[in-house]
């Protein structure tokens, strides 16, 4: 049975709440004191495979307790169960790809969401949203339960926390009012496909991306194991009091990681023999902070930016 519900004090004070607008629309809202000192971290995670044994539970414990002591929210694009020891899993073996504690389990897809919601309830109040990928949405096909629902619901008996979800892609809206003023920043969410490239780590995707979601500021995706950011620039068209100008404005790509160090030595496994490299292991730290960008007919134009640092 869940365990009683736990307020945890810290959720009173967070810089940040988030509503849902739709189901893979998210809005996250802030009201800061001060426009040249504002700033909000986001931890930007995927990829955990928590129940593989893999997994590095420790580093995922380390960003967590990092998202406390930065008073930071975090958001997970999917995959967070591997989930291939079910009994219909034609990739089912007896070792290396499942926990004992799973694996020895008469309930295996309860025992995962058991596990995962006991690891992350400590920081359910910080989440933002919990998304879907290929893993979770192959269990719903195959066998009929959703693993991110299950967990979310679970997290939330737990807590108290309101814990979303969302889809495989979705938005999520950052909101700052400061005064009269409302800034935003728009990131689009989606787990990821295909393989990543073994020469392009994923970075075709870039402008392919771009072309259909021009509105997003970022654009953040897991799936493919790799961890990098990267800057794109376009030209938008903006009004200040009336006046119309042509404002170049950056866009941000971004892959977030993983946490499943699945080479080791090098000596075997699915990763070495299929020849894939090693990945890199941790997660994404997205900073929120306002610029000021130029002076318009002396009115300062002022936007809500970002920018990334590795999780390690």
């Known amino acids: 049975m869940p365990r009683s519900k736990q307020p945890n004090p810290a959720a009173k004070s967070l810089p940040f709440s988030v509503h849902q607008a739709a189901r893979n629309i998210h809005i996250v809202e802030m009201r800061p004191d001060s426009r040249s000192n504002f700033e909000q971290w986001i931890l930007l995670r995927s990829d955990a495979h928590h129940d593989n044994p893999h997994s590095d539970h420790e580093l995922q414990r380390?960003?967590?307790?990092?998202?406390?002591?930065r008073n930071a929210g975090w958001i997970d694009l999917g995959d967070a169960f591997c989930a291939m020891g079910g009994r219909a899993?034609?990739?089912?073996?007896?070792h290396g790809i499942t926990r004992p504690e799973h694996a020895m389990a008469n309930d295996y897809f309860d025992s995962l969401v058991r596990h995962a919601a006991d690891f992350l309830a400590p920081h359910a109040h910080r989440c933002i949203c919990l998304g879907r990928g290929n893993h979770e949405t192959s269990v719903l096909k195959q066998q009929e339960t959703d693993l991110t629902e299950r967990l979310a619901e679970r997290m939330?008996?737990?807590?108290?926390?309101?814990?979303?979800?969302?889809?495989?892609?979705?938005?999520?809206?950052?909101?700052?009012?400061?005064?009269?003023?409302?800034?935003?920043?728009?990131?689009?969410?989606?787990?990821?496909?295909?393989?990543?490239?073994?020469?392009?780590?994923?970075?075709?995707?870039?402008?392919r991306q771009a072309s259909f979601q021009p509105d997003a500021d970022v654009l953040a995706c897991g799936h493919v194991h790799e961890r990098w950011w990267l800057q794109t620039a376009r030209y938008r068209l903006r009004t200040t009091n009336g006046l119309y100008r042509v404002s170049v404005e950056p866009q941000w790509h971004v892959r977030t990681?993983?946490?499943?160090?699945?080479?080791?030595?090098?000596?075997?496994?699915?990763?070495?023999e299929r020849g894939m490299p090693p990945k890199p292991i941790g997660a994404m730290w997205m900073r929120l902070f306002i610029q000021h960008v130029e002076k318009v007919n002396n009115n300062s134009i002022w936007r809500l930016a970002c920018d990334f640092h590795e999780a390690s």
């Open 257 to 272: 990681g993983c946490y499943k160090q699945e080479h080791g030595d090098g000596y075997g496994g699915f990763a070495v």
């Open 62 to 69: 380390k960003h967590l307790r990092e998202c406390e002591e």
């Open 89 to 94: 899993d034609p990739r089912r073996v007896k």
């Open 156 to 207: 939330r008996t737990m807590t108290g926390a309101p814990v979303f979800t969302t889809g495989y892609g979705g938005f999520v809206l950052f909101r700052v009012m400061y005064k009269q003023t409302v800034y935003t920043l728009t990131m689009a969410l989606y787990h990821g496909s295909g393989g990543g490239g073994m020469m392009t780590f994923d970075t075709l995707r870039v402008r």
